[in-house]
């Protein structure tokens, strides 16, 4: 009966149909050009002695799990190739490999409005906020992180700027200064990496005496 069972489970492993499928890099990856990338793929119905071609374009190498730091610099098509028990089976992911790069630097302008109920002052509608300045950096992954301040008849605002930069589509979000308000922000991101984003949110007192809304937007370009 055990070997019965065990001649079952054998078959069964033989009859799965051959597969490899790519865990490292993931599809979309970033590379760094002349960092160290790990080429990781899973083989279904493959021994340990079944070797894994890599290819992109030109290049290409041989090995599972290994580090490589020579892929060529610009967009790729990574593919893994295996022959198992006869069939050719292959899976491919898109990566970008880079150029090594500092965080790219941005300065640009704030527009910030306010309108401001209270139930002893009455409406204040549309204070803009003077003397803006904005600046971030932007990493190579993508990461925002910057400051900006202004003033204006009710007050001066200073605020911490983080968030993230995915292709054409910005996100995050500006914390005000000495607050736990925050102003979501979305946006994007221009051919010539131009940086644009609006916001618009309020916010009511605890006492429920008055409100803020703030609204507005910034454009911001490199510093080149």
């Known amino acids: 009966m055990l070997l019965l069972l065990s001649l079952l489970a054998c078959d069964e492993v033989l ?25 990781q793929a899973e083989l279904t119905g493959a021994d340990d002695a079944v ?12 090995g599972n799990g290994v580090e490589v ?9 990574l593919i893994a190739e295996a022959q198992i028990d006869g069939a050719v089976v292959q899976d491919q992911v898109s990566v970008q490999v880079r150029q090594v790069a ?16 209270s139930a002893a002052y009455g409406n204040f509608e549309g204070v803009t906020c003077q003397h803006v300045e904005l600046v971030f950096d932007l990493d190579l992954d993508g990461a925002l992180v910057g400051r900006g301040s202004c003033s204006s008849p009710i ?16 996100q995050g979000s500006m914390t005000i200064q000495d607050t736990e308000d925050a ?42």
Do not use: N
Not at 15 to 39: H, N, S, Y
Not at 51 to 62: L, P
Not at 69 to 77: I, Q, R
């Open 15 to 39: 009859l799965k149909e051959p597969t490899v499928e790519i865990l490292a890099p993931l599809d979309g990856a970033v590379l760094q050009v002349d960092r160290p990338a790990l080429l």
């Open 51 to 62: 070797r894994v071609h890599w290819g992109a374009g030109d290049w290409s190498v041989f």
């Open 69 to 77: 730091s020579d892929l060529p610099y610009g967009d790729l098509t």
């Open 102 to 117: 500092a965080p790219t630097s941005y300065s640009g302008t704030l527009s910030l409005l306010a309108d401001v109920w």
């Open 155 to 170: 007050g001066t605002y200073a605020f911490g700027l983080a968030g993230a930069v995915d292709r054409a589509e910005v």
């Open 183 to 224: 102003l979501s922000f979305e946006g994007s991101r221009s051919e010539d990496d131009t940086v644009e984003a609006t916001f618009d949110q309020s916010f009511t007192a605890e006492d429920g005496q008055g409100t803020l809304r703030l609204y507005g937007g910034f454009s911001a370009a490199p510093v080149r």
